[in-house]
C-alpha cells in the first residue's frame, strides 16, 4: 500500500509543469519528475539538499534567490515570466509562480513553486505581432501609394480642365469683342451661354475628381485631404445638388421638393461632398425609375431632439430584403454598371459628420435613404465659422 506521501509525489509527478519547493536558505525540499528532468537529474531525489547555486550559473541564481527573499519577506505570492535553459540545451520560456511555504503554526518556512512552460505561447504571440506589424507597414505602403498615384492624377486632370477654363474666358472675351462690333446682341448672349455650360461642366469635372479621391482615400483608409466641416444650409446643398446634376432631357421633372414646405437646418460638414451624395442617390434612383418605367423622387427635411434628416425616397423598383445589409458595403454591386463604391462613399461620408445613412425599401414599391445630421448649437456654429 502506498502511504500518502507516495500518493502526493505521483499526483506531482503526473503534472507537466515544474513543482519546487525550498526552504528559508534557498535548499530545495522536494520537486517533481518534470523538474528534475528538466535540470538533467534522474530521479526528483536528487534534487534535495541542493539550492540554485548548485544547478544554475551565479547570475541566474542571484535573480531565483532574489524572488525567494521577496516572497518570504512580504508573505505574497509573486508571477513572473523568465527564461530557462532546459539540460538538453533548449531554450525555454516559464511562466513561474512561486508563494510562501508554511508550517502548522502558520509560520513561513521557505517557498512553494510551480513554473509552465509557455514557450510555444510566447512565440505564437510573437508570431501574431510580426504579422500585424507587416500587416500594419504594407498597408502604410499602399496609402503612402495611393497618396501619391492620387495627387499626380489630380494634377494631371485638373491642370488642362484649369487651361481650358482660361481659355474660355480669353475666347469668351474675344468672341463678345467681334460681335458687339457688329451689334450682335443675341449671338453674344448665346457664346456667353455656351462658355458658362463648358465652364460648369469643368467645375463638376474638378468635383468628380475630388469625390473619386476621397472614395479612393476612403477605401485604403487613409486621411481626407484638406476636407474641413463648416456650417452648411441643407437647402443650399439640395438646391446646389439639383442644379449641377447633369440630367438627362426632362429628368429633373421627376424630383419632387419645395423649399416652402421644408425648414431649413444648417449642419457640420462639407457641402461638396454633401452634393455627390445626393448625386449618387439621384444616379441610382434615376437608374430605378428607367428600369421600372415609373417613378418619382421625393426629397423632404424633418427633426428629432439629436438630429436633423434629409429623407431621400424614390417610388420605382426598390430593393429585395436580401440586399439591405450590404448595401453600404465598399464593392457591393447594386445593379449592372454600378461601381460598388457609391453607397459605401454616402456611409463614409455621413459618419465623418457625425450622422449616418440608412435605407429601408420594400420591393415594386418604393426606397427611402435617412441621412441623419447631428444638430448643432448656436456656439458650435461659431466655433466652426
Known amino acids: ?6 500518493y502526493f509525489l505521483d499526483i506531482l509527478n503526473s503534472i507537466g509543469e515544474e513543482v519546487f519547493w525550498k526552504d528559508k ?4 525540499l522536494g520537486c517533481n519528475k518534470y523538474s528534475a528532468e528538466l535540470l538533467g537529474l534522474k530521479d526528483p531525489k536528487d534534487m534535495i539538499g541542493k539550492t ?3 544547478v544554475f550559473p551565479k547570475a541566474v541564481a542571484d535573480r531565483l534567490r532574489q524572488h525567494d527573499k521577496i516572497v518570504m519577506e512580504t508573505g505574497r505570492k509573486i508571477v513572473f515570466e523568465e527564461k530557462v535553459t532546459a539540460s538538453t540545451g533548449k531554450k525555454l520560456i516559464h511562466l513561474t509562480s512561486k508563494s510562501p511555504l508554511y508550517d502548522k503554526k502558520g509560520n513561513i518556512i521557505g517557498i512553494i513553486g510551480n513554473a509552465t512552460d509557455i514557450t510555444d505561447r510566447k512565440k505564437a504571440e510573437q508570431l501574431n505581432i510580426e504579422k500585424l506589424q507587416a500587416e500594419k507597414e504594407m498597408a502604410e505602403k499602399i496609402s503612402n501609394t ?8 489630380a494634377h494631371e486632370i485638373r491642370t488642362p480642365l484649369s487651361i481650358i477654363s482660361i481659355n474660355v474666358d480669353r475666347l469668351q472675351a474675344e468672341l463678345k469683342k467681334i460681335l458687339f462690333a457688329h451689334h450682335n446682341i443675341e449671338q453674344t448672349n ?3 451661354s455656351f462658355a458658362d455650360n463648358i465652364k460648369s461642366a469643368v467645375k463638376n469635372g474638378s468635383s468628380i475628381i475630388t469625390m473619386l479621391l476621397t472614395k479612393l482615400h476612403g477605401i485604403f483608409d487613409v486621411k481626407h485631404a ?3 466641416l463648416k456650417p452648411n444650409s441643407i437647402k443650399q446643398s439640395i438646391d446646389d445638388a439639383i442644379k449641377e446634376y447633369p440630367f438627362y432631357k426632362n429628368e429633373n421633372r421627376l424630383i419632387v421638393w419645395s423649399e416652402q414646405k421644408n425648414q431649413d437646418f444648417i449642419y457640420l460638414g462639407d457641402n461638396l461632398l454633401t452634393k455627390h451624395v445626393l448625386f449618387n442617390l439621384i444616379k441610382n434612383a434615376l437608374r430605378a425609375i428607367k428600369e421600372a418605367k415609373h417613378g418619382e423622387i421625393f426629397i423632404s427635411l424633418d427633426s428629432d431632439n439629436k438630429f436633423n434628416y434629409l429623407i431621400f425616397k424614390d417610388t420605382a423598383t426598390g430593393i429585395p430584403a436580401e440586399n439591405l445589409d450590404s448595401l453600404f458595403k465598399q464593392f457591393h454591386i447594386k445593379n449592372k454598371g454600378s461601381s460598388g463604391l457609391g453607397l459605401a462613399f454616402c456611409k463614409m461620408t455621413m459618419q465623418s459628420y457625425g450622422g449616418d445613412i440608412i435605407c429601408d425599401s420594400k420591393k415594386d414599391e418604393f426606397t427611402v435613404f435617412t441621412l441623419s445630421f447631428p444638430k448643432i448649437t448656436d456656439n458650435e456654429k461659431d466655433i466652426a465659422q
Not at 146 to 153: D, M, Q, R
Open 226 to 228: 484638406g476636407i474641413e
Open 190 to 192: 448665346k457664346i456667353k
Open 146 to 153: 495611393v497618396e501619391l498615384i492620387s495627387g499626380n492624377i
Open 1 to 6: 500500500m502506498h502511504d500518502i506521501n507516495d
Open 25 to 28: 536558505n534557498g535548499v530545495y
Open 52 to 54: 540554485d547555486y548548485d
